[in-house]
């Protein structure tokens, strides 16, 4: 049987999420703003949740019609056959998303959505199922316009950034499924030098950790909410992880992390240690601008602070300083920034041959790649 997906992700990420679907065999999509569309099976609809590094959350459609006032929203709500997708003893919360001039209080929604629904229940079996708006069993979502509703069973639950190896978080961390997006971006082939230069609680190293070494990034977690669903399918998710754990590789990639932070090199080593307590990754508890001896060439990442929530005393010369590093120390490297301070990353010195507009959170922020050479740009260019 096929259901209709619809895929949530980041703005700036529709592409990146349509090529991980291609590599797990689905090819026939819409792209939507900030989510893909497509028909699916529910030996796919498993994979999408265990394999997709950029996406948020895996949307089954269950039923889509016309609502103009909250009573015939009700009767919507209410028409559906609830217990065909799950059992009464399941725990359920109900998230609302309005676009609607009439109805566009969230919260009455969800409350309108969760009556119908524990309604169903009552007159067909004489009790109804509990509402546990922080560790539920079923995930329903609603969408609304002005006039078309849209159900959805959410089959991820938690929003699968939430990996599943209990992460250790820093200050100002960076989204995973943002990270790994950058990663793709960036065209990192899994194989050449990666650094991150100032790694906080190691966000992009654990991806690319996880990336390099095949790791499907949800394979620790053990809540889905696909689980719950009265058609889950055992057999199918047992052969879908058995080929996943196959899978992975021991890498030869050297990826290596540094923080001036001993505190951010410590999450970043007790996180990677989460994942694979064998990991390969060099992590070095030291200044970036102390660095010194990289002239292999590869890839290096940086989510420098913003002056949002780390504060910097000067933000224009310490990109000055970043720029001068980079082009003083690091030859032969490709570079990708990421920065929500527009203005002061002009003053890294360098002209980025692409710029790529994303959101880390609400901040908007600009993806930035600089190619580092020895010379002027002018020298290199003539050569």
Known sequence: MKYTVVIKTLFGLEEVLKKELEEIGITEVTVLSRAIEFEADLEQIYKCNLHLRTALSVLVKISYGKV?????????????????????????????????????????????????????????????????????????????????????????????????????????????????GILYLSGWNCEDDL????????????????????????????????????????????????????????????????????????LTRSNLMKIDREHTVKTLPKNFFHLKGFTNGGLIVCNPPYGERLKLADSKAFYKKIGDKLKFDFAGYTAWIISSDLAAVKFIGMKPEKKIELYNGRLECRLLSYSIYKGSRKDRDYK
């Open 68 to 180: 103009r006032n909250e009573n015939e929203l009700y009767s919507f709500i209410r028409k559906v056959e609830w217990d065909s997708y799950f059992d009464i003893d399941k725990t359920i919360a109900v998230r609302a998303v309005s676009l609607s001039t009439k109805m566009n209080h969230s919260l009455f929604l969800e409350q309108k959505t969760k009556d119908a629904i524990v309604d169903y229940f009552r007159d067909k079996y004489g009790y109804r199922p509990d509402v546990d708006v922080r560790n539920p069993q079923v995930n329903i979502s609603l969408y609304l316009t002005d006039d078309i509703c849209i159900l959805y069973l959410d089959s991820s639950g938690k929003p699968l950034y939430l990996r599943g190896f209990d992460k250790e978080i820093g200050e100002a961390p960076i989204n995973e499924c943002l990270a790994a």
């Open 195 to 266: 650094i991150d230069t100032m790694c906080g609680s190691g966000t992009f190293i654990t991806e690319a950790y996880m990336m390099a070494s095949k790791f499907p990034p949800t394979i620790k977690r053990r809540e889905f909410a696909f689980l719950n669903w009265k058609n889950f399918d055992y057999a199918i998710w047992q052969n879908i992880l058995t080929n996943a754990h196959d899978q992975i590789i021991k890498t030869n990639a050297n990826i290596i992390a540094c923080d001036i932070s001993p505190d951010a090199v410590r």
